[in-house]
């Protein structure tokens, strides 16, 4: 069962794996991507404190056009050898990435953010997964290119489940993988419905 609101909930966000996310756990919520300019590299090396920013960005813009309601913003990105891994320009750029992550191990961060308006108070917290891209062959990279999968997706892949063929996630959540960590996002929902009451 979801966690009951007190308030209008807004995922800051136009990821369409988010927004199923949010429909599966049985949350009713309204969408207002933030539509802000990323940076491309984490300051001082730490992509920790690269999520916490960009998802406070998205919440920061989208709180801007709203006097009421709880904002969720999220960002996520694949973190290998000290850079970002962040979503293709092209399909190039995609086998590119691709092959670069191909049988290695490496992190998929995701920064959230919950922003109440209007007292503007906010909780924030990042989770790190651990994950293995699959080493393709010439077919089967081909293939997933032409799948579109890799479409607006960090690290240029998106992750089906637990049993994806293509993807493992050797620790952590696999929903964080998705692009929102729902374990501890009802956590931290509970968290502000009891706030809210206390009010």
Request: overall charge negative; some cysteine; hydrophobic content about 40%.
């Amino acid at each position: 069962m979801p966690v009951v609101l007190p308030c209008r909930l807004i995922l800051a966000s136009g990821s369409r794996d988010r927004r199923k996310l949010l429909h599966q756990a049985g949350y009713s919520f309204e969408v207002m991507p933030a539509n802000i300019d990323e940076p491309a590299q984490a300051s001082f090396g730490d992509c920790r404190q690269y999520v916490q920013e960009v998802a406070w960005l998205k919440a920061a813009a989208v709180a801007r056009q709203i006097d009421e309601g709880l904002i969720l913003a999220a960002d996520t990105v694949g973190w290998f050898q000290g850079k970002v891994i962040g979503k293709p320009d092209d399909e190039a750029h995609a086998r590119q990435i691709l092959r670069t992550l191909g049988g290695k191990v490496h992190e998929l961060w995701t920064g959230v953010i919950l922003w109440k308006r209007p007292e503007d108070w906010q909780l924030a917290w990042q989770e790190m997964s651990e994950c293995q891209v699959t080493t393709f062959s010439d077919a089967e990279l081909d293939a997933y290119i032409a799948s579109n999968r890799w479409v607006g997706c960090s690290g240029a892949y998106a992750i089906e489940g637990p049993n994806d063929p293509y993807v493992r996630v050797l620790r952590g959540s696999v929903t964080n993988v998705i692009g929102l960590p729902m374990e501890s996002l009802e956590k931290m929902l509970s968290a502000v419905a009891t706030i809210c009451r206390s009010c």
